[in-house]
């Protein structure tokens, strides 16, 4: 069995993977990819198909196969269109599968298939819902949590206060898709940061940002023309 943390020696991620750098494709992403090199917890927020869900992944897999972090733990409140985890069949695992599967894609990519497999079999790769998060604790691990607009307050507090020593936290939403009833905890956390002057960057993408297609642009410009209507 290979050793996911043995010594210097141990070349299996350089001599198997030797990736490019990322590399950004506009401002916004440069100063994405800035804030993460640079700060334990990065607020990143903006439409589909910015890249920043893509970026905290790849980003990860490259400090996991540099052996700067010891784990990667993937998590998303339980909030998809209005159906809890609980209505579909299986473990919790098992449920919160679909839901990582774009960032475990990146990863498992980024890394190689057969390393993701052993890092995913020995716990250095785990999905952890918003059901067992509490009492946990995450040292020398990166953190990423995707869809954080439908996080509750109470939720943002129970994942924040995780978050142990040498342990890199993304948190990734988009304010304006929330789908709770509530004000998203998100948000507040947001204004908390700002009132409190908290050294926590937040780097906002804009429908000018989008890198996925022109039609995905297309469609996220005509959205918010329709709920900015709808709000006045």
Known sequence: MVELHAGPASGKFEHERALAPIKPL?????????????????????????????????HAADLYRRRRIGRIV?????VPAGRSLGFFPGSLEEKFAPWAAPVVETIRERIGRGAFDIALKNGEIEMVPFEVMRGRSWSDTFVLLDEAQNATLQEMKTFLTRLGEDCTAVINGDVSQCDLRETSGLAQVIAMIRAQGLPVPIVEFDADDIVRSGVCAMWVRAFTALEGAHAV
């Open 26 to 58: 506009n401002a916004t992403q440069a100063a994405y990819i800035a804030a993460l090199q640079a700060n334990p917890q990065t607020i990143v927020l903006g439409p589909a198909g910015t890249g920043k869900t893509w970026i905290a992944a790849a």
């Open 74 to 78: 993937l998590t998303r409140p339980n």
